[in-house]
Every structure is written in C-alpha cells, then in structure tokens.
C-alpha cells in the first residue's frame, strides 16, 4: 500500500498529513496562524515563516508517531515547494528535503494549486478527468480544465483580487475581523442580500476572467455612506461574489461541453452559499457537482500528499532533485 507523508506550509496553516493510496487520511495534524496574524488584519509574511519553522518537525513526528509509521516505511515524501509566501514554502520543503535525504525516500515537490485542483479526488474516487474545476482560494480564482494529473488549462484568472481576498477585504472593511470568509458568510446569514446595490463587475464580458477590487471599493463607499446595516452590506457582497463567479463560469462551461462534472475546490469552496450556487448551475449544465468537504477545501496537507500519491502513479515519474527551488511563483 503506498504512504506518502505531505507538509503543507504556504500561507498561514502548518499541515503535516500521512495519506494511503486507498485514499485514507492515515494521520493530520494542523495548526493555524489565525492569533498571530488576527492582530494585524491579514497574514504577516516574516510572522508566517518563524511560526512554521517552529511548528512543523514537531508536527511531523507527531502524525508519524500517530499513523505507528516510520520515515523509512514511506513511499515518497511531498511538499508544497510553491506558488506562496516563500519564507514558509522554503521551511516547508527544506524540511522535506532533510527528511528525504535522512530516509532515502523520494521527493516529491509538489505545486499547491495541483493540490488544490486534485483534493476531490481524494474526496471522491469516483471523480474522472476530464472535469471543470473553480479553484477559488486567498490568493488564486481561477477556472481550470483538469485532463490529467499534470495536465490543466486555465481558462480564466482574476484581473485584480481572489475571490477569497475579497471576502477577507469585505470582512476588514466590516469589522468583522480575521479570517474574513467565513466572518462574512455567518454575517450575510443575519442580512438582506437584495439590501445594498453592489456592482457585478464583468458580467457580461465574452472572456471569463474575473475582478473583484470594484466590487470591494463598492463595499467600502456602502459602508462609509453610514446608509446601510453591516449584515445587509455582507449578504448582498456575498450574494454579487456569487453573482459574478455564476456568470464566468457559464461562459468558461461553453468551452468545456465534454466535462461531465464540475467541481470546486480553494477555501472560499467551504461557503455554503457559493456551494449552493454553483450545484444549481451544474444541474443547468447537465452536470455532477463535486465539492470536497470543508475541511479538504482550506489549505491542509493531506491534499499534497495526495497530489504525491497521484504524482507516483504517473508512468514517467521520477523525484524531485534535492536542489529544487522554492517558487513565490508558478502557475499550473
Ligand atoms: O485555500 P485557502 O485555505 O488558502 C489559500 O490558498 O489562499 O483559502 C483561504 C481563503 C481565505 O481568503 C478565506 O477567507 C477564504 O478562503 N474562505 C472563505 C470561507 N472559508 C475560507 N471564503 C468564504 N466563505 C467561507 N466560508
Ligand atoms: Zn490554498
């Protein structure tokens, strides 16, 4: 059976996670940054990186010790080697590096996207490519056509912001404080989503990229004008967000009439609302809907582990070189 250890460490969250090619998550372990960065209003890189270095060996012999695995029992090690905040991306794969040198396992330097964009798989094994996939997180919104595991093409980006950005910037706006997406989500919960006119920016426009910082301006002048309650404000964000990922998507799923499912993945895919919205559009289109659970669609490391597993499994695999960079950088 393979077992592949995956460390996670990008953005905010340490993730350390033990996954068997059955698709078990053996052992996880994760710890957030939320406290540490909450004081300032979003995540501090130099802050991000010393709390990894500090947290991740201990994590690491923690779900070795909880999966009863040692570091020679593995089949390949994998970490995220990018795109991120490269301080943390560096602790990460230095350590997978150190320990793939000490066990003679196999690196498997894995893109963060990729582990996004292969989540569901591990969700659901009855997801076959070719599939459309939203990939909608803190730092990326884009809509891809997933071949194979190695093989997508973005159809779409955002000319400005991430969608999760934007939740984070509403929630800031609002006070509403730190993470802001699911701040934001309970918020609108309480409000009018009709309440406030927002702006829909590019609907209607043939290409299906995105932007998202006139909309968040849109919030903010709403918010000034002292005309509207905070809980309207955020449900007719969310409600515009929703509005404008609809609209892309559509025009994206014209390209891609021979995927039978669509699927979302990134943190913002935890949104009840969002999820609700795009299972609506994919029964439109004919096709199954596929989201990962919650937990699997927020940065965590058994998603990289998993792209390890998917990676081993390709005929022309072969690990990474122990010299591999990290990359701030480095679109799927
Ligand atoms: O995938 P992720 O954990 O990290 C990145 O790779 O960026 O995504 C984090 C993003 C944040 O912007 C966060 O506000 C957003 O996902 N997010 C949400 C929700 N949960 C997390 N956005 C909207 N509603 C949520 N429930
Ligand atoms: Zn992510």
Known sequence: MVLVLGIESSCDETAAAIVDGERRIVAQRIASQDAEHAPFGGVVPEIAARAHAERLAPMVEAVLADADVALNDLDAIAATAGPGLIGGVM???VS???LAMASDVPLVAVNHLEGHALSPRLADESLAF???LLLVSGGHCQILRVDDVGQYRRLATTIDDALGEAFDKTAKILGLGFPGGPAVERKAKEGDAQAVPLPRPMVGSGEPHFSFAGLKSAVLRAH???KYEVADI???FQQAAIDCVI???RIALDEMRDC??????GGVAANASVRAALEELAAKHDMQFIAPPPKLCTDNAAMIAWAGIERLGM???SPDPLDISARPRWPL
Do not use: H, I, N
């Not at 039978?260 to 993945?265: E, G």
């Open 91 to 93: 602790v990460g794969l």
């Open 96 to 98: 997978a590096k150190a």
């Open 260 to 265: 039978k499912t669509l699927v979302v993945a």
């Open 315 to 317: 005929k022309d695999f």
């Open 224 to 226: 000034e004008s002292g």
């Open 130 to 132: 070719p599939y459309a």
């Open 234 to 236: 955020a449900a007719s």
């Open 247 to 249: 609209d892309r998507l």
